[in-house]
Structure formats: C-alpha cells, structure tokens
C-alpha cells in the first residue's frame, strides 16, 4: 500500500482538515450570513499560531488547521472565490504547482504526500494571513502575541542552557519546543521581531515622545526590559551552537542597523567581536563548531572526533548527484532519503570516522542537511527557479516600501520581514527545509504580516 509510511500524525491533520472543511462549508453555503464569525475564528486560529509556535509547535499546528478552514469558510460564505493580491503570488502558485505534479513522478508517494502536503497547507496558511489580518489593529496584536511568547521561550532556553551547562558541554539547547535544531532559528526570528518592531525607530523623522508602544511603561525600563531579552537570546543562540542560526542573525542584525543609522551598525559590529571574542575563550565547543565551517580539521583537532560538516558535505554532494540523475524534475519532493537509500549505486559520497575506522554513511534526518540543495534534488531546476524567485522578492520589496514609506508602522513590518527572511536564508542552508512548520512556516507568517500590511 503506498500510504502505508504516512505518519499518524499527517493523517490526522488530513482528516481533521478534510472533515472541518466539509461541515464549514455546508454552513458556507446555506448560512452565508456566518461570514462575520468564519472571518472571527480564522483570525483566532492565526493568533493560536502565534501564540503556541515558540512554545507547543503541536498547538500552533491545530491553529493553522483553524485558520485554513474557517478561511475556506469565510471564503465561500463570501462567494469569492479569488486570492489575495500580493507580490508573492506567481513563485508561490508556481512553486506549490511544481510540487503538486512531482506526486506524478515521485520514487516514493508517501513521502511526497508527506512532505508536499505540508509545503502545500502552510501556502494556504499564508494567503488566510494575508486576506484575515486586515487591519494595522489584527497584525500588531499578532506581533504582541509572537513576541509574548519567544520572550518566555528565550528565558526558559537561558536556564536550561545553564542548567545542561551548554557552554561547556557538548549539550544543546531544546526550548521548549524541544528541538534542537528549530529552536534556535526561532529565537533569531524572535531577536529580529524585538530589534524592528521595539527597540528602533524607525520614522524618518526623530521623535521625542516619552512613553513606550503601549503608551504606559517608561521608555527606560521598556528598553532595559527587551534589550535584556535580545541579551538572553543571543545566549540561547551560543548555547544552541547552532551555526545555520547564527549566520542568519549576525548580517540580519547588521542589516537592520544600517537602516536606521551607520553609527549604531558601527556600535553592533564592536559590541559582536567583543562578545564572539569573550565567549570563544570560554567555550571550546561554540569555538570549534564555528570555526569548523571554515576548516573541518579544527572540529577533529579541538574534540579529538570526526567534525559534522564532513557529513554535511557529503549529504550535500549526495544530493548534487541526485540532481545531475533528474535535473529537469528531482525525484519526487519528500523522496531524496528513498532514493538514497535505495540507490547506493549512485555511490555517494562518505566521510572517515576515526572511532571505528571504516567509511560510513552518515544521514541524520535522512535528507540533505540543506534546503538549497533538497529542491534540486527532489523537484529538480525550476522549482528552484520558482523559490529563488520568491527568496528575491522577499528581500526587494520590504527594501522597496522600507525606502519609500512615511508610516512607520509599514517601515517596521517592512523591517522585520526583511531581517527574518535573511535568518530564513541562513537556517535554509543547514537546518529548515520548506516542509519545517517551526521555521518556514513562521517566516511565511512574518511574510503574510509585510504583505497583509502593503494591503491596508
């Protein structure tokens, strides 16, 4: 059967998603007067996203399902059947296409269903954000609800770094997403969101008000407060030893400086050495992991261990080679870990492993270890054509609106799309896939924000 390798949890969300929509949609239909409470509830569900990803991805995932199908709802109660316009349609229609008709030619349907189904509902899940999120009102009150809850995910992350003693054990930091691996990334998006939306300014125009964006808390203590979180979070991230992360943040952070002045690019570019120099000499773990990104040989030398970027590599050129095999269609998106198992004959590449002697393959997540590279692979050149495409315009219009708006809230959201698709790109290139609802999932989010807010 070849939905057998579903995992229980794919198909509990098919069908949660299957059954909701045909209920709604029969309440679409002969009451269209519910599209007031449709709109409501779909708006709810992107708040439960925002709320619960940094925390309980599993809850923000049941908040997407909300969303998708009360927006489903609201859009035949409407009888509008059109998408919202933005300027991200065509890679994303062209990109969700070219997933779809990988189903035809994919070496396994399971996994392609899998993954692909993901890919295809978090494309939905964008559209509802941008059509739901109306107002300046709904979008600030998402940015609240996001900020809320990675300011308690970077706290709880700091405690649990000391408590593992992360910076000088081999030890990780999990969150309480319990992820390793997203964890981190998502406090960079965090650092981001605190950077644009609370600690810069950025009107065109300096202002002298006293009183913070609640209009209560003192503007001191309000920034001692978020400057000491982005603290925490950079700790998270060291105590992460995530390196997808950290070259994600470092020219995001950099990047948003430089809009609002060149001094303070300045002041982050010192206050960065002297803390990379500080915790460099207290952390030999950070230091080799880092470094190792330049010269594998000092991972081995620093752990006396084979270093992970060998495997990265070779995962990498695995997947080159698979792309070389089906340059025009990959072999099924989801399917590269199939393949690979099943067709050694394309003799990829491994690494040494000085414990054992032998040469061995070394797969982690049974997928290339980088985004770039898996879209090749699985759905082949124009695919990647179509996300490249979409990574542009992602980048090109926030810096558009950024340089020609007086609103200052545009420029804020402008910013923070900006800064969290650059840690996107970075995280894309080791740890996120477009598949992964804890981090390509929350940068279509931040996405949806900028676009819902060109809209306004």
């Not at 992460?240 to 994600?248: D, E």
């Not at 393949?339 to 061995?360: A, L, M, Q, S």
Request: hydrophobic content about 55%.
């Amino acid at each position: 059967m070849v939905f057998k390798d579903l995992n229980l949890f794919t198909y509990l969300k098919i069908a949660t998603i299957l059954l909701s929509a045909f209920v709604l949609i029969l309440l679409a239909v002969k009451r269209p007067k519910l599209s007031r409470f449709f709109e409501k509830a779909g708006v709810f569900g992107i708040f439960l996203f925002a709320l619960f990803i940094p925390v309980k991805d599993g809850f923000a995932v049941f908040g997407m399902v909300v969303a998708i199908a009360f927006y489903i709802a609201y859009k035949i109660s409407k009888r509008d059947f059109s998408i919202p316009k933005t300027a991200f349609n065509k890679p994303l229609l062209i990109y969700a296409a070219i997933i779809a008709a990988s189903f035809f030619w994919t070496f396994s349907i399971a996994a392609s269903f899998n993954e692909g189904g993901e890919i295809i509902y978090f494309i939905l899940f964008f559209f509802a954000a941008v059509e739901l999120l109306n107002s300046k009102k709904r979008i600030k009150i998402m940015v609240y609800t996001f900020t809320f809850s990675i300011c308690i995910a970077i706290v709880y992350g700091f405690f649990q770094g000391i408590f593992i003693d992360a910076l000088s054990s081999h030890s990780r930091l999990t969150g309480l997403i319990g992820n390793w691996v997203g964890f981190p990334v998502q406090v960079s998006y965090g650092l981001v969101v605190i950077i644009a939306y609370y600690l810069i300014d950025f009107k065109k125009k300096d202002w002298t008000e006293k009183i913070s964006l609640v209009g209560i808390i003192p503007k001191t203590p309000y920034y001692i407060f978020f400057g000491l979180i982005s603290l925490l979070g950079v700790f998270d991230i060291v105590f992460a030893k995530a390196r997808s992360a950290w070259i994600g943040i470092i020219p995001a952070v950099f990047i948003l400086m430089y809009l609002k002045s060149k001094k303070l690019f300045i002041a982050a570019l010192i206050l960065l050495i002297l803390l990379n120099a500080g915790i460099f000499s207290l952390s030999k773990t950070f230091k080799s992991r880092i470094f190792s990104m330049f010269n594998p040989k000092i991972y081995k030398l620093e752990l006396k261990n084979h270093s992970d970027i060998e495997s990265h590599i070779a995962l990498i050129e695995s997947a080159w080679a698979v792309f070389k095999r089906y340059p025009l269609t990959g072999v099924g998106v989801g399917a590269f870990s199939k393949y690979f198992d099943e067709h050694k004959g394309v003799r990829f590449p491994w690494y040494y492993n000085p414990k054992t002697g032998k040469k061995i393959y070394d797969l982690y997540d049974n997928w290339p270890e980088n985004g770039y590279m898996q879209t090749l692979a699985e759905t082949g050149i124009f695919s990647f054509i179509a996300l490249m495409w979409l990574f542009f315009l992602a980048l090109k219009n926030p810096f558009k609106l950024f340089i020609n708006s007086n609103d200052n809230f545009k420029r804020k959201t402008a910013a923070i799309s900006i800064g969290t698709s650059i840690v996107f790109y970075g995280s894309f290139a080791g740890v996120s896939n477009m598949s992964n609802d804890q981090l390509t999932n929350l940068w279509l989010f931040f996405l949806a924000l900028f676009a819902a807010a060109t809209l306004i």
